[in-house]
């Protein structure tokens, strides 16, 4: 992800969420309720009275300039009532800290988290993002209890991405260019989720027999649109895209952003059993 990927995403939120709506029939609060199983009226009054405080990062590279301003606009347009820190780093935690929030969030070279101070929770970017693409194949398909889908990248967002097809009651296959990584991931599923998942051998077969389709790998163009069928649904949270224009243009229906989602995602997740204190205390009890 650069700078260049995120950097229109704050003026732009009303028209992604009127793409979402068209698509999925459900707006980006909505997509990340249904990734995060909770309900959405009462989640939307629970973010009416929580905080969010995004605090900047300097360690690392730093080459996305702009970021934590885009996650506030972000988790603003969800409802939150969010903040960016003026200091960095230790300095901005402490600052965020005083202003006593019930979410924190903030990214380095090696990892982006939302810290629920309420509900103690720890929400990766990666797996709330693959929770969030495939919820929002969920609904796009209009409910995927029993259909097959595929997983092609089998990384953090793929692993969430499974997870949550197989929460979703599909029928769940996974590739990875590495096998091992497909493997590793099926066995965390069956043990876990007691889930029943395959591992394509074949990205072009596995593709041929799938419409339902998640790509969440970091490689460009690995589908092209000989790869796909006329019906195909597909939700890609891979950065970069990995699908060519041509591919992009035979789907069906096609979701694609480069944080929006995940950042929804992440923010509902970490609020989830949260916020009683606060919610309680709005009604003055």
């Known amino acids: 992800m650069k700078t260049h990927d995120i950097e229109d995403i704050p003026q ?14 459900h707006n980006l609060l909505e997509i990340a309720c249904h990734a995060a199983g909770v309900e959405k009226s009462a989640t939307r009054t629970l973010i009416g009275v929580s905080k969010i405080g995004v605090v900047p990062m300097t360690c690392g590279e730093g080459i996305i300039t702009g970021f934590s301003q885009v996650v506030e606009a972000i988790v603003r347009h969800l409802g939150f009532d969010a903040f960016m820190t003026r200091h960095t ?3 901005g935690m402490a600052e ?12 380095d070279d090696d990892r982006f988290v939302a810290l629920g101070l309420r509900s103690l929770l720890v929400i990766d970017n990666g797996m709330a993002t693959g929770k969030g693409f495939a919820a929002g194949l969920d609904l796009m ?7 097959g889908a595929l997983v092609i990248g089998c990384g953090p967002v793929g692993n969430g991405a499974a997870q949550g097809l197989v929460n979703s009651g599909a029928s769940v296959s996974v590739y990875d260019i590495d096998s091992r990584v497909s493997l590793t991931l099926e066995e965390d599923l069956n043990r876990n989720f007691q889930a029943t998942v395959s591992v394509a051998d074949s990205l072009k077969q596995a593709l041929a027999s799938h419409r339902f389709i998640i790509e969440a790998t970091n490689r460009a163009e690995v589908i092209d649109d000989g790869d796909l069928q006329p019906d195909s649904l597909i939700a890609a949270p891979g950065m970069p895209l990995g699908l060519t224009q041509a591919a992009c243009s035979k789907a069906k229906k096609f979701l694609h952003d480069p ?3 995940g950042v929804a995602t992440m923010a509902v997740m970490a609020l989830k059993g949260a916020g009683k204190t606060r919610a309680e205390a709005s009604r003055g009890k």
């Open 12 to 25: 732009g939120l009303p028209e992604f969420d009127a793409g979402l709506m068209e698509k999925t029939g």
């Open 141 to 147: 398909a209009g409910g995927l209890r029993g259909e």
């Open 96 to 107: 965020a800290a005083e202003k006593n929030p019930d979410i924190l969030m903030m990214a």
């Open 259 to 261: 944080l929006q989602t």
């Open 89 to 91: 780093d230790v300095a």
